[in-house]
């Protein structure tokens, strides 16, 4: 049961002075611009990493859904923020860390319980998968 998503993506100019636009294939984003000074400088618009961000802080607590849920104690509510870090390395850049915070509503089980099933969900989502090796993936994770 494999599915595939597609992004399209353009860019115009030189690094530091153009600019870019790129639409997913779902449609939930369409035409969005992005810029080196938003990426390297911390402006105001999106980039990659938090792209990538935006879909670790959403894939980790759809593991983590899976593993309450499998261990009979489902989930109330999750909320997670994933804070990517994207830094020089060497002569080029690259994201060096990854910061997960979890917080969660669930009935029937304690701090450390939680904790645990957080970190399986870490290491078992496909975007950690994707990034291992390569990117450091911490977790902060507690009872709300």
Same mark, same amino acid.
């Given at each position: ?15 530091? #002075? ?22 390297? #400088? ?80 870490? #290491? ?11 990117? #450091? ?8």
């Amino acid at each position: 049961m494999a599915t595939e998503k597609t992004a399209n993506a353009t860019w115009e100019g030189t690094l530091a #002075e153009g600019s870019g636009r790129f639409s997913l294939g779902s449609g939930a984003v369409t035409d969005q611009g992005v810029t080196w000074k938003d990426r390297a #400088e911390g402006g105001e618009g999106t980039s990659p990493e938090e792209l990538i961000a935006g879909a670790h802080a959403s894939c980790v607590l759809m593991a983590l859904a899976g593993v309450l849920a499998r261990a009979d104690t489902p989930p109330t509510r999750l909320e997670s923020e994933a804070k990517a870090t994207f830094d020089k390395v060497g002569e080029g850049f690259a994201i060096t860390k990854m910061e997960l915070r979890i917080r969660g509503e669930v009935d029937g089980i304690d701090e450390e319980t939680f904790r645990q099933a957080a970190e399986g969900a870490k #290491e078992n989502c496909p975007v950690t998968q994707a990034l291992k090796g390569n990117v #450091e993936v911490t977790l902060d994770a507690a009872l709300a």
